[in-house]
């Protein structure tokens, strides 16, 4: 069975120690058919020097002022060449050197193959393909059909949940989702997502209402609005 080619595509901004962590582990996946893009935002700390210390081992550098994290990311995926795209971005890593090895040890019938993701040392499981309030896995642990990111980029005007949007997007569409059994990625739990949790949850809730038809907001705004109020009662 030939490979297939995997982009992991890392987005950084002034992360330097973080994104230097984050090429050092995804050098280190042993898997045959993969390209490594890096998308900075411009960083005037030493994230150069360290881009420039890998670069014989990177496929595509850019480093150009963007609009966010999500218009970096579109950046990314037009610039990938694979048939799956991954981001692992400044901070995060793969759960394993052989992640990518086990994800493809067979053929995927499937738009979006998604695992479970380490955070603190500690497994969190993903759950099975649902539409939600929220998203029901990380996306460092989920690797997308370039064409399907193509067909529903990122929409930067959501700042904390365009890749919530995108995933929901997808599952509307009919798009296949498989869950693998198995971490795919560490994840930084100190990205802004985690700490402005409140900010992410009202963002949750425009996409609600822009993507989802009346019965389904009937259904998953109620939960998400209490989720919301007590993050900001308790200052989060």
Not at 68 to 92: C, H, P, Q, S
Not at 103 to 108: D, G
Not at 167 to 191: E, H, S, Y
Request: aromatic letters at 10%; a positive charge; charged letters at 25%.
């Amino acid at each position: 069975m030939t490979l297939p080619k995997v982009s992991v595509v890392t987005v950084c901004y002034n992360s330097d120690k973080l994104l230097q962590k984050t090429i050092t582990n995804v050098l280190r996946q042993n898997y045959e058919n993969l390209e490594y893009i890096i998308i900075d935002g411009a960083s005037t700390d030493s994230t150069a020097q360290v881009i420039d210390s890998f670069r014989s081992r990177l496929t595509t550098v850019v480093s150009e002022p963007d609009s966010g994290i999500y218009d970096a990311m579109n950046k990314g995926v037009r610039l990938a060449t694979g048939e799956w795209v991954i981001f692992m971005n400044a901070g995060d890593g793969f759960a394993a050197d052989d992640v990518l090895q086990r994800v493809f040890a067979e053929e995927r019938a499937a738009d979006v193959v998604y695992g479970d993701v380490v955070k603190r040392g500690v497994i969190r499981k993903a759950e099975a393909p649902h539409n939600s309030h929220r998203m029901f896995f990380c996306h460092q642990s989920a690797l997308t059909r370039t064409a399907c990111l193509r067909e529903y980029p990122f929409d930067i005007r959501h700042r904390m949940s365009a890749d919530f949007k995108l995933f929901k997007q997808l599952i509307l569409a009919g798009k296949r989702f498989l869950q693998l059994n198995f971490p795919i990625a560490d994840f930084d739990v100190t990205g802004v997502s985690n700490s402005l949790r409140s900010a992410g949850l009202k963002d949750n809730i425009r996409v609600i209402s822009e993507v989802d038809n009346l019965k389904e907001r009937m259904r998953l705004l109620p939960r998400l609005y209490f989720v919301y109020f007590m993050c900001r009662l308790r200052g989060r």
